[in-house]
């Protein structure tokens, strides 16, 4: 097992770039599958079997189509790699996806979320750290990912745009608005005022209590949370990827264009990006459907 997901992996990241988290994901999902079948022997009726085996469990199809396209591109490899005659996983065809769309938030929500985070913390470092967090996530759609590792030297000298490295290593540009920047000149003396306290040096923005380390995703997680319920809103319906959505909902209500946000949220192909104008659509319909005198 070993000898065949650990050089898959490898090209992986080598060939596409891809993030750690991406490479856990595969590894997660390719050790369940090899922890009840040998790789190397393994036949198609195995895999439709496993598959199976994933929905009885009651696994949603989102997950188990994830797994079989694990399965394909490891043997897929295996085979370019010679290491076996045929892709046993080539003809098989998973659960259809079902498709929702993303859950957003309105402006006065957002605004609500904002204020909630500048009064979240335990003194003025942490509210302004929050309030930074939040101002920069709305600003700039960024993944939480790209957020909680942001160098601070991507913000330094007062930038009205900062270069993020998101999924494969690919770059883009994204302009700060005024209130993500007031935010940043707030935080940032804070923050090195803390460093100096504790004796420490960090090449983030937002730096972890353990040194050399940023702020993790699970914190942050936590934080959304905290904050979505100081701001009176449902806590389990909000998450640092919600907010991503508004950032792209509210540039495609107030006219921006597609491939512009496309742009702006590092998607590699625009029909990713086209999910908000249905968001967009439903967000009418629902207006029409509670306003209109004859609804």
Same mark, same amino acid.
């Given at each position: 097992m070993t000898r065949w997901i650990?050089?898959?992996?490898?090209?992986?990241?080598?060939?596409?770039?891809? +993030?750690?988290? $991406?490479?856990?994901?595969?590894?997660?999902?390719?050790?369940?599958f090899a922890g009840s079948h040998d790789i190397k022997t393994a $036949?198609?009726?195995?895999?439709i079997r496993y598959l199976a085996g994933l929905e009885a469990e009651g696994l949603a199809p989102a997950t188990r189509a994830r797994r079989l396209s694990a399965l394909k591109q490891l043997y897929a490899f295996a085979f370019q790699e010679g290491w076996r005659?045929?892709? *046993?996983? @080539?003809?098989?065809?998973?659960?259809?996806?079902?498709?929702?769309?993303p859950q957003t938030l309105s402006e006065a929500e957002v605004s609500a979320l904002l204020k909630a985070a500048a009064e979240t913390g335990r003194?003025?470092?942490?509210?302004?750290?929050n309030a930074c967090l939040f101002q920069l996530l709305?600003? $700039?759609?960024?993944?939480? $990912?790209?957020?909680?590792?942001? *160098? &601070?030297? @991507?913000?330094?000298g007062d930038p009205r745009m900062i270069l993020?490295?998101?999924?494969?290593?690919?770059?883009?540009?994204? *302009?700060?608005? *005024?209130?993500?920047? +007031?935010?940043l000149a707030t935080w940032l003396p804070l923050r090195a005022a803390g460093l100096k306290a504790r004796k420490q040096t960090s090449p983030h923005l937002f730096p972890s209590r353990d040194a050399g380390k940023h702020l993790s995703r699970i914190q942050f997680?936590? &934080?959304?949370?905290?904050v979505a319920l100081k701001a009176g809103l449902d806590p389990g319906a909000i998450s640092p990827h919600t907010l991503r959505h508004a950032f792209a909902t509210h540039l495609l209500a107030n006219g921006a264009d597609l491939r512009a946000i496309q742009m702006l949220l590092g998607h590699a192909d625009i029909a990713t990006t086209e999910i908000y104008t249905h968001v967009l659509d439903e967000r009418l319909k629902a207006l029409v459907l509670e306003k209109h005198p004859l609804a």
């Amino acid at each position: 097992m070993t000898r065949w997901i650990g050089p898959f992996l490898e090209a992986l990241q080598a060939e596409r770039g891809a +993030a750690k988290n $991406t490479l856990e994901g595969y590894h997660r999902d390719l050790t369940d599958f090899a922890g009840s079948h040998d790789i190397k022997t393994a $036949t198609a009726e195995d895999i439709i079997r496993y598959l199976a085996g994933l929905e009885a469990e009651g696994l949603a199809p989102a997950t188990r189509a994830r797994r079989l396209s694990a399965l394909k591109q490891l043997y897929a490899f295996a085979f370019q790699e010679g290491w076996r005659a045929d892709n *046993p996983a @080539a003809r098989i065809k998973g659960p259809q996806k079902q498709k929702h769309l993303p859950q957003t938030l309105s402006e006065a929500e957002v605004s609500a979320l904002l204020k909630a985070a500048a009064e979240t913390g335990r003194n003025d470092a942490a509210k302004a750290r929050n309030a930074c967090l939040f101002q920069l996530l709305y600003a $700039t759609g960024l993944r939480v $990912t790209e957020l909680v590792s942001l *160098p &601070l030297a @991507a913000v330094l000298g007062d930038p009205r745009m900062i270069l993020v490295k998101g999924k494969g290593g690919a770059e883009r540009m994204v *302009p700060l608005s *005024p209130p993500a920047k +007031a935010a940043l000149a707030t935080w940032l003396p804070l923050r090195a005022a803390g460093l100096k306290a504790r004796k420490q040096t960090s090449p983030h923005l937002f730096p972890s209590r353990d040194a050399g380390k940023h702020l993790s995703r699970i914190q942050f997680f936590r &934080l959304v949370s905290q904050v979505a319920l100081k701001a009176g809103l449902d806590p389990g319906a909000i998450s640092p990827h919600t907010l991503r959505h508004a950032f792209a909902t509210h540039l495609l209500a107030n006219g921006a264009d597609l491939r512009a946000i496309q742009m702006l949220l590092g998607h590699a192909d625009i029909a990713t990006t086209e999910i908000y104008t249905h968001v967009l659509d439903e967000r009418l319909k629902a207006l029409v459907l509670e306003k209109h005198p004859l609804a």
